[in-house]
């Protein structure tokens, strides 16, 4: 069974351009989540989907951050227009289990984003 | 509110002696405990977790954990190191109380082991 996977692994741009990062998580998994570690610091949580839905995106930093998830598949998290702050590895991780929240997130490798 | 501490960043240790990283967590209610490790130029790897029964828990590579619930504690220990387990480790909590539809991790900090040959 592949895993949650990201593309791209690493993104480099300058400062006021866009990124879109994606993650295709496992398949059959409902429950799709967005995480950030800036600066070595703690991993972060930003949003998290049911499905196609936003279930909860209470993590997201600003509007220059959009997630989407059509058709319940792929995500992709845009950033525009990117700040030097927003630096860092952006992880995405899937579940399965969408009633007992005692499912365990399974992260893919993460997309490491240099914004100079 | 949900947190979980790390109290080290950085844990050094002989190859073949037992290893322990630390982790104390606060939530409101009952909590969900996670560990997960990184291996350079990986992504995060699930180990183990506790939910609820048994407070010492085994998962992956001989890792075990254990829940203490009067410390608020879930260190991660290995009875003997291998060089291969050095990586970052990262300890999560998800409280149960307030989940509803929330289902976010909260992370620790981080620590990074090195096991010495």
């Known amino acids: 069974e592949a895993g949650v996977t990201q593309f791209p692994s690493h993104s480099v741009i300058e400062k006021g351009q866009t990124v879109t990062l994606r993650c295709d998580p496992i398949?059959?998994?409902?429950?799709l989540y967005w995480y950030r570690r800036v600066m070595g610091k703690e991993i972060k949580f930003l949003l998290h989907f049911v499905k196609e839905s936003k279930q909860d995106e209470s993590g997201m930093p600003n509007n220059r951050f959009l997630a989407e998830r059509t058709g319940g598949t792929y995500s992709t998290l845009k950033v525009q227009p990117a700040e030097l702050e927003d630096s860092g590895v952006y992880f995405c991780a899937s579940s399965q289990d969408r009633s007992s929240g005692r499912d365990t997130q399974y992260f893919g490798p993460g997309t490491r984003l240099t914004v100079l | 509110a949900q947190s979980v501490a790390q109290p080290e960043d950085q844990v050094n240790v002989a190859e073949g002696n037992p290893l322990t990283v630390k982790c104390t967590y606060s939530?409101?209610?009952?909590?969900?405990l996670f560990w997960y490790v990184q291996y350079p130029n990986r992504g995060l790897q699930f180990l183990l977790k506790?939910?609820?029964?048994?407070?010492l828990v085994k998962g992956s590579y001989g890792f075990e954990a254990e829940f203490n619930k009067s410390q608020t504690s879930f260190h991660l220990k290995k009875p003997s190191a291998l060089v291969s387990d050095s990586a970052l480790y990262f300890c999560a909590v998800r409280d149960f109380i307030s989940s509803g539809s929330a289902r976010q991790l909260t992370f620790g900090s981080g620590t990074q082991l090195t096991v010495l040959p």
């Open positions: 398949s059959g998994h409902d429950n």
């Open positions: 939530v409101s209610g009952n909590p969900y």
């Open positions: 506790y939910i609820t029964g048994d407070n």
